[in-house]
């Protein structure tokens, strides 16, 4: 692991926002929001569902920090259950009646405009064998994306073995073992990506590769990888194959898009004492509902209908955090003292609750240029 990078919140903004500071809330959630972007993107390798597994973890972090017992591992924990997140998407669409759990059915298929391996080439302007190592992770399966997505953080230094194993809920020689082996298929498909590139190419190869449609996949990479392994002239072109550690080590987070890069820096937190009105128990100012949160495209730079123009990362995140509050104020039992009537007075009807917002999911992505 390198470890160069653990950029994040802060024990004192985690305590702070789980004793109910919104200022720390919303900062944490902000800063919260790439790491879980990266591991829900890399995961889900740029899905349809991303934006809403992403939204929904960051949902279950607002609802569940008062259950954090130690804010110390408020990184592990978060990992934790955008993992869990990630299991509960891939569960429902195995057994979804709609498509009968069928591998590239309509509703089964990666978002064309969002594909996380194109964005990363792209936004972290990957060459060369780190940009083979990023096009290898479309061949991998699920279940190693999933854990490649966790080391891959690790490799870079976000993450640590500790918050490796504790996310995919095993004992670190368990891990070590997975990790080991997803490597292994890593490596294969980056053989498969150079052999398919190499000009001039293998003529059997071509062969083998005849039915192929061009969609990256665990079939094709092992059907492909299994001639490679046997054929001399494919295996040449891997003598000059680095370790992917080596490759990955020093790589930053995928940033978000350029639009919100800079303006993510507004819902920061000093640590002051929040202001007399964030305690007054004052509905929020109609400002904070002019441009209801309408899902996590917002927050990636999409602009909601209706709304001219993108918002910022803070707003997006605080209109999040409101309509998660606001619900659970609208939840809470009315107290006895607020509901009786006086004695010898017609008892007052309690005003109708104003409904909740419900995050939706909206956006595009420029369509990528696959390999």
């Not at 959630?29 to 790491?35: C, D, E, R, T």
């Not at 082996?181 to 590139?197: F, G, N, P």
């Not at 790589?251 to 000093?270: D, I, K, N, R, V």
């Not at 100012?285 to 990362?313: I, Q």
């Amino acid at each position: 692991m390198s470890g160069t990078g653990r950029v994040g919140p802060d024990t004192g903004m985690v305590v702070a926002a789980r004793a109910g500071d919104p200022r720390a809330l919303d900062a944490l959630v902000a800063s919260s929001l790439p790491l879980v972007y990266n591991i829900v993107g890399r995961a889900l390798n740029g899905h349809a569902d991303t934006d809403d597994v992403v939204q929904e973890t960051l949902l279950r972090l607002v609802r569940h920090l008062p259950e954090l017992r130690d804010p110390a591992a408020f990184r592990s924990w978060l990992v934790a259950i955008a993992v869990r997140q990630v299991r509960d998407r891939q569960q429902r669409r195995a057994s979804a009646p709609a498509t009968g759990g069928v591998p590239g059915s309509p509703d089964d298929v990666a978002d064309p405009g969002a594909d996380f391996a194109e964005v990363t080439i792209l936004r972290l302007g990957l060459t060369d064998q780190r940009r083979e190592v990023a096009e290898a992770t479309r061949w991998l399966d699920p279940d190693d994306r999933e854990l490649l997505a966790l080391w891959w953080l690790e490799e870079t230094g976000e993450l640590n073995r500790a918050d490796l194993a504790a996310a995919l809920g095993l004992p670190g020689e368990h891990t070590a073992v997975r990790v080991h082996r997803m490597k292994e298929q890593l490596h294969t498909a980056r053989t498969v990506v150079r052999a398919l590139r190499a000009r001039p190419g293998c003529p059997d190869l071509y062969a083998v590769a005849g039915g192929w449609t061009g969609e990256p996949g665990p079939l094709w990479r092992k059907r492909l990888s299994r001639h490679i392994r046997d054929c001399a002239r494919c295996l040449r072109q891997d003598s000059d194959l680095l370790p992917v550690d080596r490759l990955l080590a020093g790589l930053p987070l995928l940033p978000l898009p350029a639009a919100f890069g800079e303006q993510s820096s507004a819902a920061s937190y000093s640590g002051a004492a929040p202001s007399a009105a964030s305690h007054s128990g004052a509905a929020p100012s109609a400002a904070s509902h002019a441009a209801p949160l309408t899902g996590f495209g917002k927050v990636l730079g999409v602009g909601a209908r209706g709304v001219a123009g993108p918002v910022t990362v803070a707003a997006a995140v605080a209109g999040l955090v409101v309509a998660v509050l606001v619900a659970v104020q609208l939840t809470k039992p009315s107290t006895p003292e607020a509901t009786a009537a006086e004695p010898g007075s017609a008892a007052t009807a309690p005003a109708a609750a104003t409904p909740t917002p419900t995050p939706t999911v909206g956006g595009a992505t420029p369509t990528p240029i696959r390999a």
